[in-house]
């Protein structure tokens, strides 16, 4: 349902650009998000674009250096990352939620039904 994509091995500083596909009907209209787990450390909230509306939720940790976008014809939802730090370094899953899930609930992992296979991200000092 959720195929992502596009980790790989970076410097610290660089840009990355994460995407996810998935099906219309996973898609549509539902808000979508990423999550991100890094060895030993418990599954952690990155970002949420709040169903096609221009309301985003991000982290702290990542607010100003990474960007969620979604292009609703190629039913596609993308992780822009740059400034790159070794603390980003984590699998990074992608994620929706069902349409009736409101905005201030987006950042508890429980509120999505749909989890994709996760795409490894690694930066380097």
């Known amino acids: 349902q959720l195929q992502a994509s596009g980790g790989g091995l970076v410097q610290a500083g660089d840009s990355l650009r994460l995407s996810c596909a998935a099906s219309e009907r996973t898609f549509s209209r539902n808000s979508v998000g990423w999550f991100r787990q890094a060895p030993g450390k418990e599954r952690e909230f990155v970002a949420s674009?709040?169903?096609?509306?221009?309301?985003?939720v991000y982290a702290d940790s990542v607010k100003d250096r990474f960007t969620i976008s979604r292009d609703n014809a190629k039913n596609t939802v993308y992780l822009q990352m740059h400034s790159l730090e070794p603390e980003d370094t984590a699998a990074y899953y992608c994620?929706?939620?069902?349409?009736?899930?409101?905005?201030?609930?987006?950042?508890?992992?429980?509120?999505?039904?749909?989890w994709g296979q996760g795409t490894q991200v690694t930066v380097s000092s």
């Open positions: 674009k709040f169903r096609s509306s221009n309301n985003f």
């Open positions: 994620v929706t939620a069902p349409r009736s899930k409101i905005l201030s609930s987006l950042r508890d992992s429980n509120v999505y039904d749909y």
